[in-house]
Structures are given as C-alpha cells and as structure tokens.
C-alpha cells in the first residue's frame, strides 16, 4: 500500500435521517419517524455552528477553532447520538459513517502503510437506500453513505486483492477498513480467511441475523405498523381460491382428548417418519389433522386501542400478533377418499379446494419432497406451508420474514405433535423448491410461498428405530432416554 502521511479528515456531521430545524433560539434536531431533540437558548455563532455541523465539512478541532466563544464541544458531546463521522476528500463531503449500533462515532483508521493488501470484504453489500449509496456489513456497526462516486470505483478495485491504491483515497480505505468494510492483510494472505467462524457464515444468513434482531441495525425495528392508512392489511383469514370445493370431516373434541396420549408421552413418541402403512391415510384422518393443527377457531378485531388495527384470528398454534400469515397446500398422492391433485387448506371453512389437477406439478413437488429426504420417503402427501409475506410487513419492520420462519417453527412441532398423537407418519421438511410451488400454487411469488414443508401418511407396521434404538454403537445416553423407550413401546403397543 502506498505510504501516506496524512490521516483521514474526519469531519463532524448529522446522521442522514437528521433534520435541523431552528425556531429563534431554539434548534430541533429531528430522526425520521422517532423522536426529536430541543436545544434552548442556542446563540447566533451556536447556530452558525451547528449549521456547519449539518453541512459536514469541518472537523471537531476547526468548528471550536472558528467559535471560539461558543460551547460547541458541550453541545456536541449533548447531542451526540444524532451525529456522524464525515470523511472530508480534496476538499468535499466524500461519505459520511453513521452508527447502526453502539460504538465509538468514529472508527479506528488503521494504518494502511507498508506492505498491506486491502480487499472488499466478503460480507459488504453495496446498495441503494434512497437517494443514496451505501455500503453495509453484518460486521460493521456503520453504515457507509457514499457521496463521492470516486469511492464506490475504488470499491470495484478492491473486489480483487490490491497493495497499490489511488493515493488520495488510502484515508477513506482506512476508515472503510476500521469500520469493518475491508479485509487488511499481506502479500500471504488475510487472516478473515482462515477464521473458521466467518467462513462458515454465509453473507446472506448473516445479513439476515444482523437486521432482524436488535443490536447492529438502527433501521425501523418491530411491530411499528409503517402502511397504516397507505396499505390495507391483509385479511385475517385468506379468501379462498378458485376450485371445486371438498368439505373436511371434523373430529369430535371428547374423543380426541379421551383417545389421545398424555402430552409428554406424544412429546417422547414423537418421531421422524419416513415410511409408510399399506394403507394409505384417509381424508377422515387427513380432516382431523388439519383441523388439529391449523383450523381457524374465530376471528376478532380490529381492535385499534390495544394496537391491533388490524383483524387478527385464533387458531391451535401460536403466532406474533396473532397474524397468522401460513397457509397450508396438500399435494396428495394417495389417501383414501380424496382424488390425488393439489388443494389449498381453506383453515376458515376446513374445507379444501382443488387448484391444481396436473400431474407434472404434482410429481414435481413430491419429487423434491422425496430428494429431500435423501429418497428415503415417497410420501402419501406434503404439506406445504406458505408465508402470506405482506400480512406480517404490513406490522412488522425488519422481522417480517424472520417472525414467520418462527412461526413455522411453531407449526412444525404442532404437526409433528398431532401426527404423533393420531399415530400417524410425519416428517418435516426444511427445504422445498419455493418456486416450484408457487407455480404450482398458482401464487406471486413475492406475496405468498413457500416457507416449509411437512411429509405425512399412515404409519408403517415397524416404526423406525429411534437413535437411541438397541445396537446403535456411538450411542451415549444422556438424560433419561428411557422416557422415548417407553413413549414408543405405548405407542407400538
Ligand atoms: C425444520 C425441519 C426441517 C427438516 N428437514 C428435513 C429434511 O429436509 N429431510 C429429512 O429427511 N428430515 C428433515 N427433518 C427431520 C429431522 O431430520 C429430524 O427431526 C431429526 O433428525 C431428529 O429426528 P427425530 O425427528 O426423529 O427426533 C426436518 C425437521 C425439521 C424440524
């Protein structure tokens, strides 16, 4: 790298989302959609200062030098969380670094001299937000406005290794570089690669980690309702599509609580099945199951003085906010007294309808299924749980798609629970073709598919082994393994 004596020109300035309004001597410091600051009994020069501030084009050291008489220092130090660190370049704005987390306002500028190699690191992301370029990293507690399209080419150099930059640039790299952007190493190679813990991060999950929990993100974060009045929310319960119509058999409630094990008996028994009876499942079972697990038990609301402007709706399994965005599709192959095709669940009415009698996209769909079992299961039917997105967006900022992955988590267990419970076969899947479905579905990708997928039948004559099972060599017995033994043996039994 080339040696450079200058350090960077760091300049103090406001955060992009900081509007400096000033009243006579008042000044309010306002963040888009949160709250504001007041500053009272501002002085002229103070004002003057703090216009300056906003401009970015000064450091620290020359905004105290050019007021002398105000308290500029003071000021700053009050109104610290609305400020950011500007990067000053031949005289104009080139970035500004903005804090997504706690963190020092400004990042360490490594020194860059000597034989360093600089490269992009492999969890920056260049993009659009707004008008502006910015650059971010699930690494980074900064995001990285940039205004000088200079950076952004020196951005494409450093995609590959480099040692030689253009000069004028080194102080911005560095500061990219401390802020978490840049990978620094030597003509041997940089020490992120050999760091078993990043490597096994792909730039995507991480992305996703670092933005949809709290800690390294400043964006609009959780249930903070951004459309109300621009959007209508989805409806509680989705209108159900086009196609014959197939009323569902419902369980009796006596029955099911006097027929079924005790609860930490099914939680033993519970078990992945990837084998089927003779027999296949019946619609009667079929009906009790889904009606089990994902039945619509009413609908309530809107109820806007307890935040909920929105109608929400109560099912078996639990969910944030009561949204309940997954909708389930049946792609059967075989089950006694329902035609094999594709049927959406109609949860409202527990009833199905036929969207799909193709027989292509029927063994498209169980294909990948069966792929995804390592060819081990050949299923009487899948479930495939689909996510309604903007059901959840409409509420949620930043962890709509991280909340209804939880929830299908919540729903997975509860089948698995109730398959078990109605001694059946099932088995979930974790990574069905979304796409496939969609097509198959009949659905916009972007509004509503696939986010699981749940394999069930009737059950085979021997269940499976579990791993605890006789004769299982690595087997190390933990906590009272005995408990699923015998869950198990009541369930052969
Ligand atoms: C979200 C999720 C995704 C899964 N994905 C698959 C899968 O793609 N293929 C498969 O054969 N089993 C899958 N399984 C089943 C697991 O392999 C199984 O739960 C695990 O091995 C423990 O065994 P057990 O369920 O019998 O206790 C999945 C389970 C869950 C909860």
């Known amino acids: 790298m080339t040696t450079l004596e200058r350090t960077a020109e760091c300049t103090v ?37 703090l216009a300056g501030v906003e401009a970015g084009m000064h450091t620290a050291e020359e905004l105290a030098q050019q007021y002398p008489g105000s308290p500029v220092a003071g000021v700053l130090a009050k109104i610290e969380p609305f400020l950011a660190t500007g990067i000053r370049l031949a005289g104009c704005r080139a970035a500004v670094l903005e804090r ?16 360093t190699w600089l490269r992009l690191g492999k969890f920056s992301l260049l993009r659009r937000r707004g008008d502006d370029l910015v650059l971010e ?17 020196a951005l494409g150099v450093v995609a590959r290794p ?93 029955r099911v609580r006097d027929g079924d094990p005790g609860l930490q008996e099914t ?52 969910c944030g906010g009561a949204g309940y965005e997954l909708e389930l599709y049946l792609t059967v192959r075989r089950c006694a007294g329902l035609e094999p095709g594709i049927y959406h669940y109609d949860a409202g009415e527990h009833a199905l309808r036929l969207i799909n009698t193709g027989v292509a996209d029927r063994e498209e769909l169980l294909r990948v299924a069966t792929l995804s ?3 081990q299961a050949v299923p009487d039917l899948l479930v495939t749980m689909t996510s309604r997105f903007q059901r959840l967006a409409w509420k949620y900022q930043s962890i709509a798609y991280a909340v209804t992955l939880k929830h299908a988590g919540a729903l997975y267990q509860t089948m698995y629970l109730v398959a078990t419970a109605m001694g059946l076969a099932g088995c979930g899947l ?64």
């Open 13 to 49: 300035t406001f955060r992009r989302d900081v509007a400096l309004q000033t009243r006579d001597d008042q000044v309010l410091l306002g963040l888009a959609d949160r709250a504001g600051y007041r500053l009272r009994n501002v002085s002229a020069a103070m004002r003057e200062a």
């Open 267 to 318: 939680i033993e028994a519970r078990q992945s099945i990837r084998a089927y009876g003779d027999e296949p499942i019946t619609v009667a079972q079929l009906g009790e199951f889904l009606y089990r697990t994902a039945r619509v038990r009413g609908t309530y609301g809107p109820r806007p003085e307890a935040r909920m402007p929105y109608e929400g709706s109560s099912r078996p399994y639990p």
């Open 162 to 254: 480099v040692s030689e930059v253009d000069e004028e640039l080194v102080p911005v790299l560095a500061l990219l570089a401390g802020a978490g952007f840049l990978d620094i190493g030597t003509e041997d190679g940089f020490a992120v690669d050999s760091d078993e813990v990043l490597r096994q991060w792909d730039v995507h999950d991480l992305y996703f980690h670092s933005r949809s929990r709290i800690g390294r993100t400043d964006e609009p974060f959780g249930g903070r309702f951004p459309y109300v009045g621009q959007i209508e929310p989805l409806p509680a319960v989705k209108p159900a599509p086009e196609g014959p119509r197939i009323e569902l058999p419902r369980p009796e409630f006596d």
């Open 373 to 375: 079992t390592g060819g």
């Open 430 to 493: 974790g990574s069905g073709d979304a796409d496939a479905a969609a097509r198959a579905f009949g659905l916009d990708y972007l509004r509503e598919s696939s986010v699981g997928e749940f394999i069930l039948g009737s059950a085979p004559d021997e269940l499976p082994a579990p791993v605890s099972g006789d004769g299982a060599l690595d087997w190390r017995p933990g906590n009272d393994p005995g408990w699923q033994a015998e869950a198990l043996a009541a369930r052969r039994g």
């Open 100 to 115: 997504t987390g706690i963190t020092e306002l400004r990042p360490p500028s490594p020194d860059l001299t000597g034989t």
């Open 137 to 153: 990293s699930p690494l980074s507690k900064y995001r990285a406005v940039l205004l000088d399209d200079a950076i952004a080419g």
